[in-house]
């Protein structure tokens, strides 16, 4: 039987670290924990180059078996790569949950796409999940996960007697925004780093086409639109009221999201920093529909409900901080009401920079994450192993290593780095990969071994630093 999302836990027990040994013996434990290279799902040359030249930089015995050990982790164990009719076709799985998220399987190959054209078969993999995820959208724009299968039902247990309009092929269908932004991102920065038309097909186009008309059927103008999910559940976050569609909004012209990236349901159905993504993706997916494509109509469509949910975001989404200034809200409603919080899952307030809808150097970006990074954020924690944020997915006190990630991302000075990076050697409990979540107090105490799209978060981060900040990772962290 599959265990719930929430259930999925690892950790209680783990190896004890052995940080007290000298560095020499230290330096003995530190075996990769890579799988054999015969029992790897896919190799690249220009990953293992990758991965050879920037450990060769990492002074730290146990930062340079942590980077070994996570960077490849997507490659090695995630990636599901075949032919469909005939084309490449890629399925990446989010790790211990055997089904693709839109949203997790972009990000997780994220830290790879620099590399793209130094390697054919690495090539074809983006070509092959940029049409895979194509025909997901097309299956189902508002299905937030899906299975392999396209004609299978749910594996997922906590899915099969979800009251929403289940497709065969769709794992889970919790409608979020993001869902449908990231592989957007992930094809303009494809196109951007090879002006390769391959994966830019008629099929691709009917989905991205189809995800801006559901972006605009959720602004919701006229009526309350298709979708609607219940579930029977004991966590309140896991549906939605009002006959699964969300609590009542003012139609202000903003994109409802009804779940965030975490799969919690939203407060208020306007997630600010979901439609901030959507205004960042939607020009990018312009620029493919113009330059790979020549379709001026789609380009000019995307463009304008970009231009529009802009406008309104300025108008509606600035909240006061406090200090006389503004920052961006969390969520809103339209009347009037908000929430100011962050959540550790991008997009989040935090990660705006991360997903290229800000610049790092905004002022009203790096206002947002200094509000979030303190404790004006009901989700933020500071405890004995470190400090950093959480959410409403796992619980109180559990700080996820990803935020911790994107405040080193964020950060303009080599102590806050520095200090990020010991927090993240100290607390991966023995084990040598990041986790969804550990205790502030204790890292022993944590959720999801295995969770590809952190360990793809950190070793993006060391590369990273090993380009920006070398003379960090030279010295002992």
Not at 243 to 255: F, H, N, V
């Amino acid at each position: 039987m599959t265990p719930n999302r929430r259930e999925i836990m690892a950790g209680a027990g783990a190896v004890a670290f052995t940080a007290a040994l000298p560095g020499a013996a230290r330096a003995a434990q530190f075996v990769s924990k890579r799988p054999a290279p015969a029992e790897r799902n896919f190799t690249s040359p220009a990953i293992e180059a990758e991965i050879a030249r920037v450990k060769a930089k990492i002074a730290d015995p146990e930062l340079a078996w942590m980077f070994e050990n996570c960077y490849p982790n997507t490659l090695d164990t995630t990636v599901q790569t075949g032919t469909l009719d005939g084309r490449p076709d890629t399925f990446v799985i989010t790790g211990d949950i055997e089904a693709m998220w839109l949203r997790d399987s972009s990000a997780q190959v994220q830290p790879y796409i620099h590399l793209v054209a130094k390697d054919a078969k690495l090539k074809r993999l983006f070509q092959g999940l940029i049409q895979r995820q194509a025909r997901c959208i097309l299956i189902d724009p508002y299905a937030n996960a899906f299975d392999k299968d396209p004609t299978a039902p749910s594996k997922l247990e906590w899915s099969e007697t979800d009251q929403t309009d289940m497709k065969p092929g769709v794992a889970e269908r919790k409608w979020e925004i993001d869902s449908l932004c990231y592989p957007m991102r992930l094809s303009h920065e494809y196109w951007k780093r090879t002006h390769d038309k391959t994966p830019f097909d008629d099929r691709w186009s009917e989905a991205m086409k189809l995800a801006v008309q559901t972006f605009r059927v959720q602004q919701r103008k006229d009526d309350r639109g298709p979708y609607h999910f219940q579930r029977k559940a004991l966590n309140p976050t896991d549906s939605l009221m009002l006959g699964g569609y969300g609590r009542p909004t003012k139609k202000i012209g903003l994109i409802h999201s009804m779940f965030r990236p975490s799969d919690d349901a939203c407060l208020y159905p306007f997630l600010i920093p979901s439609n901030l993504f959507a205004v960042s993706v939607l020009r990018k997916i312009a620029q493919i529909h113009r330059e790979a494509r020549g379709d001026n109509a789609a380009a000019t469509d995307a463009e304008a409900l970009a231009d529009e949910v802009e406008t309104v975001l300025k108008q509606h989404a600035l909240i006061p901080d406090g200090k006389g200034g503004q920052v961006w809200a969390y969520e809103i409603d339209g009347f009037g009401n908000y929430v100011f919080m962050d959540d550790a899952n991008v997009p989040s307030l935090s990660g705006l920079a991360l997903i290229d809808v800000v610049k790092r150097d905004d002022p009203l970006f790096r206002r947002t994450a200094e509000l979030a990074w303190s404790d004006r954020n009901p989700y933020f924690f500071k405890g004995k192993a470190a400090e950093g944020i959480g959410g409403p997915h796992i619980g109180l006190d559990m700080i996820w290593p990803m935020s911790i990630i994107t405040h080193a991302m964020n950060a303009e000075d080599d102590a806050t780095v520095a200090q990020c990076l010991r927090w993240l050697k100290n607390t991966h409990g023995g084990t040598g990969f990041m986790h969804e979540s550990f205790n502030k107090d204790d890292p022993s105490d944590f959720t999801r071994s295995w969770f590809a799209w952190a360990n793809a978060l950190f070793g993006q981060l060391i590369v990273e630093v090993a380009d920006r900040r070398p003379a960090l990772l030279s010295r002992q962290i």
